[in-house]
């Protein structure tokens, strides 16, 4: 069966709108159609822009018709909203930022734009992108398209939602411990978090700074390479992202994995593994074995420490980007207040939501007088560790294969009075960025109950080729990246 | 226990936050929770480990002080919630 427009890949849509069977306009008018029609189920959006998109997808028949513009000219995108776009609002998720218009575009966006690419709305997240389940959203909670009663995933949960039920072509997000892959694996999508300084941070609203990438969500593997080649590359504005050389991604998609050595973390096939998730995935390890790879055990000892090292460093980097939100440059102020402190107080008390008032407290007591020592220092000796485990297990192997979370999506609301336990199922994610890896997730199964499952490709700094390359070998021997979700209307 | 409501209200004060009395409780549970969790870094050993604050050896990375285009004043605040078109307007300072 051939797929609706809104559910086609940017390569199957490119090919039309570059020989011009499809405008823009025509393929934009068919997404804003489908988001009327599957939004009111899945709830992606905190801010749609149809107007801005129309105006862009005719701008982009303009750009198509005389030859011009990048391989994403005409291609509808959803943009995470924690991403500056100027002249649209821009909230991260939280009540503090809904007044919030920036008045320039993330250097992200501005790649976007250059190459033609619509931009159909701004897409929910949790507040601040602090969440594992886009629960902690000041505009509500965004649903799976596989099942609605389940989460989405988070912190980047309304672009795996907006990209898995058609309401956009692909998306960008942010990964902080996880925030693109998890929600890719719930939802069905490819995600990938690029290598730490190999995306602009320029224009993303900081969470924990050392931490924060960029990344692409999308339907397969090859449009991941093309986001990956139009968002990547240095960027003067970004004094931590790296001259490092951008080859076509998409050139090496189909090299093939002979000679290939790839690492099964042991540590990550514990006890606590769902089984219908060991089983998705050790399927999926079996098609690489038969596609050339080599494939190895390793060991990563300290990856158990990796959530209690994330969250000390990760809030203790909030707690001090977070404290420009004061009511004063920008943002909800508090009007009432008649004293400088009490107008900071009440506004950012009133303006943040209770997961991120939770990591400033955490973030805040972990760098205070008596207690840096033995917290926020122990977490940086440790997170060297972890640094170390992996480059031992880049000496053996190219890429690290294993589970993207521990379970599929859990029904909507079951960890959400549980904070610990929902960081908990962040295991498998969180190392990755703490030693700044690339990684990515893509789809290799389903569970009885209907719900994708993720296979995650780790590897070392600047391999997102590998990666992608890995990635595509198993979407191909797979087969099933044309399956979507099946949404009532 | 952890942390003492005490140290929840103290903290929350440096982080310019107010919570109220049932919010302080719920705080003091929650994140004692988290670093009862937390003290699982003290069964490692990390004597003389140097500690990784970033994760890509990369260090200051310098430019030509050359002055280049930057937003205009007006546009710079107009995010402010309440702005005179040439500055921030905040409750009073000084007494």
């Known amino acids: ?489 | 226990m952890q942390i003492t409501p005490e140290e929840i209200t103290k903290v929350a004060h440096l982080a310019r936050l107010d919570l109220n009395p049932a919010e302080v409780a719920h705080m003091t549970d929650q994140v004692g929770a988290i670093l009862t969790y937390i003290d699982k870094l003290n069964e490692l050993d990390t004597t003389g480990v140097t500690p990784t604050t970033h994760a890509l050896a990369i260090n200051n990375a310098f430019r030509d002080d050359v002055v280049i285009p930057s937003l205009p004043q007006s546009e710079a605040i107009k995010n402010g919630p309440k702005q005179n078109g040439e500055a921030f307007i905040v409750p009073k300072v000084i007494s």
């Open chain 1, 1 to 489: 069966m051939e797929l609706a427009l809104y559910d086609q890949t940017i390569h199957q849509l490119q090919e039309l709108l570059q020989s011009k069977q499809l405008s823009s306009v025509e393929l934009t008018n068919q997404v804003l159609n489908r988001i009327d029609q599957v939004e009111p189920q899945i709830g992606a959006f905190i801010t749609e822009c149809r107007d801005l998109a129309l105006s862009q997808a005719a701008a982009a028949d303009q750009m198509l018709a005389k030859g011009e513009g990048g391989p994403l000219c005409g291609i509808p995108l959803s943009i995470k909203d924690v991403l500056c776009t100027k002249g649209v609002r821009t909230t991260c998720g939280s009540k503090i930022l809904e007044p919030f218009v920036p008045p320039y575009d993330a250097t992200v966006i501005t790649r976007l734009k250059e190459q033609g690419a619509v931009m159909v709305g701004k897409v929910s997240m949790d507040e601040f992108a602090m969440g594992s389940a886009n629960e902690n959203c000041a505009y509500g909670t965004p649903k799976n398209p596989w099942n609605t009663n389940h989460i989405c995933g988070g912190s980047s949960g309304g672009s795996a939602a907006s990209v898995a039920s058609g309401e956009c072509i692909a998306s960008l997000g942010s990964d902080t411990g996880g925030s693109v892959r998890q929600p890719a694996s719930h939802c069905g999508v490819v995600g990938m978090k690029p290598t730490y300084g190999r995306v602009s941070r320029f224009g993303l609203l900081a969470f924990a700074s050392s931490l924060d990438q960029i990344g692409p969500l999308t339907k397969d593997v090859r449009d991941c390479a093309m986001m990956l080649n139009a968002i990547g590359g240095y960027d003067p504005k970004d004094s931590t992202s790296v001259k490092e050389s951008m080859p076509d991604f998409t050139a090496t998609l189909s090299s093939g994995l002979s000679g290939m050595r790839i690492g099964i973390p042991k540590e990550y096939f514990s006890e606590g593994l769902d089984q219908e998730v060991r089983a998705a995935v050790e399927n999926g390890i079996s098609l690489l074995r038969q596609a050339g790879a080599e494939i190895i055990e390793v060991s990563l000892p300290h990856t158990e420490y990796g959530i209690a090292a994330y969250y000390i460093i990760a809030p203790a980097e909030a707690s001090s980007n977070l404290a420009r939100y004061d009511g004063v440059k920008y943002g909800f102020r508090n009007q009432d207040a008649s004293t400088l402190l009490e107008m900071y107080k009440t506004s950012r008390s009133q303006g943040f939501g209770p997961e991120v008032k939770r990591r400033i407290i955490l973030g805040t007591y972990a760098l205070s007088s008596g207690y840096y020592d033995a917290y926020y220092k122990k977490a940086s000796q440790v997170r060297t560790k972890i640094v170390e485990d992996y480059q031992r297990a880049f000496t053996a192997c190219d890429a690290l294969v294993s589970p993207v979370t521990p379970t599929p999506a859990w029904r909507l609301g079951d960890k959400a009075d549980d904070p610990l336990a929902a960081y908990l199922s962040d295991a498998m994610t969180i190392c990755t960025n703490l030693a700044g890896l690339p990684a990515m997730s893509l789809p290799c199964g389903f569970s009885t109950a209907g719900l994708p499952i993720g296979f995650q490709i780790q590897g070392p700094h600047f391999q997102e080729g590998t990666l992608l390359k890995i990635a595509f070998a198993l979407e191909q021997a797979l087969g099933i990246s044309q399956r979507r979700p099946p949404i009532s209307t």
